[in-house]
DNA sequence: AATTGTTACGGCCGACGTAAGAATT
DNA sequence: AATTCTTACGTCGGCCGTAACAATT
């Protein structure tokens, strides 16, 4: 019994017709018969008593009904789980540091971030002064600085970040 | 994404170990990874970060840790009804009857108790008077007998059911 | 060298579709 | 005759296993 198989169980017993539930899931008739004739065989149970040219609902279909629905239900949330965290790691950081912390700090951070975050791009660009990678984050040019100085000029409302220790993520 | 996946993600989760979890599943360990790859691929997620010879959970698995055991549970769970169903709905039915009652109640009653569980086989035996149908049913060898008489006779412990209408289940 | 995960490749089971059949209204 | 489910059969995808490879400790 897996997934599957209770989707079109439930699209059955929404419509109590093979017909009408087959082209809801987008397959033929037969193969949907074929494939509830298959379920039923493993649980050893029928689900429907097929009764002239119509079916009836079975005692043990009817108490399966509500399990099924929370598998369904509950595989589409972890679908949903899982497009949400897509959505949170898929994107690009663009940085800016000065030439001086630029090599050692930048070389070891990236590769941190990307190795925690492979599917993350990484841009970096190059300033000079501490000022300009300031202004540059201000501006929105780059989403992250890296700069090297004595006392921190006009960061304006921006997140400062000491580094000290070389580990953290 | 099916149930198979979560099962084998959570089988990975579990021992932090391809190699453990494809033995704990029954299956060689590079169908295992295999399998672990079609699910990122399918998500657009990396699940699992490879570092060096091991892996580490990623924040897109950690999120899906939880909706995936509430799908395995779940799945366990309409197993278990179908199967408590199954227990109920098989088995035989050998009852003994009369001639003359034999015919009217016994064809319906049959036709309408094979409707409702197919799964269900009835034996009839024949009797020709009431004592003999008492005298089987005590004896075991039926478990349902079917008698017209003005009193019923030495019935013993047995259950006695009046027939009136021609509706019961 | 040993451990661990990935890539390559082939076989087989099963899901699906089309066509034909059976049963009921 | 029309509707509805089942049986028969062929095709194709994908799951799994074996073997070979890559990378890390």
């Given at each position: 019994?897996?997934?599957?198989?209770?989707?079109?169980?439930?699209?059955?017993?929404?419509?109590?017709?093979?017909?009408?539930?087959?082209?809801?899931?987008?397959?033929?008739?037969?193969?949907?018969?074929?494939?509830?004739?298959?379920?039923e065989r493993e649980l050893g149970v029928p689900l429907f008593h097929r009764v002239g040219r119509g079916i009836v609902l079975s005692d043990a279909g009817a108490q399966l009904i509500e399990p099924a629905r929370q598998v369904v239900r509950d595989l589409e949330a972890a679908r949903a789980a899982?497009?949400?965290?897509?959505?949170?790691?898929?994107?690009?950081?663009?940085?800016?540091?000065?030439?001086s912390p630029g090599m050692e700090p930048l070389s070891t951070l990236v590769r941190d971030f990307t190795a925690d975050h492979p599917a993350m791009t990484v841009t970096a660009d190059a300033a000079f002064t501490p000022e300009e990678v300031v202004q540059a984050v201000k501006a929105g040019?780059?989403?992250?600085?890296?700069?090297?100085?004595?006392?921190?000029?006009?960061?304006?409302?921006?997140?400062?970040l000491p580094i000290e220790d070389s580990r953290w993520s």
């Open positions: 019994m897996d997934a599957r198989q209770l989707t079109y169980f439930l699209a059955v017993v929404d419509t109590m017709n093979f017909g009408r539930a087959a082209e809801q899931l987008y397959i033929a008739q037969p193969s949907l018969s074929q494939a509830i004739s298959t379920l899982a497009r949400s965290a897509r959505g949170l790691q898929r994107g690009r950081v663009e940085l800016i540091a000065m030439p040019r780059s989403e992250l600085g890296l700069l090297g100085a004595a006392s921190p000029p006009h960061t304006g409302g921006l997140n400062v």
